[in-house]
């Protein structure tokens, strides 16, 4: 039972690359979110698609892009890539959109920026 | 949106002693709030939530008290064990074009043998 799984899992980029980092839930889920984790500040919510089709911003989109592929795949893109974007990535997953039920996160995606 | 704080940003205790972890949150309309256990290397795993239509829940050594008047709420941990050692998240969804959750910034338990 796989759950919500992410790719890659640790990453190093140099200031100006890009990169798409890639989730996917295999539960049927309505519901996908990107958060960022850094250290003092908990998981800030970077974009989420309440349901396939759908995408919308959350506390700090800028400097991202995102892809709601089909039901089961949400992708994060950064165009530009920043130091300041170093953080550990977390893809997550909800039943549906009014957000009171479990949410599913993946293991995360640890980026460097250089 | 909504403000959601965290105290204590660490806490240690001897094993089989209690844990006690208080939030706070800012929109009244917030109406569900989990709560989640990460250990190193891995994402955050619900352990306990609780709806704004009751006070109190628990599920064996883990519970979690909401006060809606005050704003805030409470996980309470009792006979630790070194498992327990982990980061502890409060979160609150509070509605928008769809529900969101914000977190609170985290708390650092370690359980002392």
């Known amino acids: 039972n796989a759950g919500v799984t992410q790719t890659p899992k640790f990453q190093v980029l140099k200031t100006g690359q890009s990169m798409t980092l890639q989730c996917a839930q295999d539960?049927?889920?309505?519901?996908m979110y990107w958060y960022r984790q850094d250290p003092g500040m908990g998981l800030r919510l970077i974009y989420y698609s309440a349901s396939e089709g759908t995408t919308d911003k959350g506390e700090v989109p800028n400097g991202y892009n995102v892809s709601r592929l089909n039901k089961r795949e949400f992708s994060l893109r950064l165009e530009s890539a920043a130091p300041s974007q170093t953080s550990v990535y977390f893809c997550?997953?909800?039943?549906?959109?009014?957000?009171?039920?479990?949410?599913?996160f993946g293991q995360g995606t640890r980026l460097t920026v250089v | 949106g909504e403000n959601v704080e965290q105290h204590p940003s660490t806490l240690s205790v001897q094993e089989g002693d209690s844990a006690v972890i208080k939030c706070t949150y800012s929109d009244s309309a917030s109406n569900y709030f989990p709560w989640y256990k990460q250990e190193l290397g891995k994402g955050p795993q619900l352990i306990i939530d609780?709806?704004?239509?009751?006070g109190e829940k628990k599920d064996q050594r883990i519970a979690v008290t909401l006060n809606k008047t005050a704003k805030h709420f409470s996980l309470h941990i009792t006979e630790t064990q070194p498992e327990d050692s982990a980061v502890y998240f409060c979160?609150?969804?509070?509605?928008?074009?769809?529900?969101?959750?914000?977190f609170g910034s985290g708390t650092q338990l370690t359980v002392l043998p």
């Open positions: 979160a609150a969804s509070f509605p928008g074009s769809a529900r969101q959750l914000t």
């Open positions: 997550a997953s909800n039943l549906n959109q009014n957000m009171n039920t479990e949410a599913f």
């Open positions: 539960m049927n889920h309505n519901s």
């Open positions: 609780i709806r704004s239509n009751v």
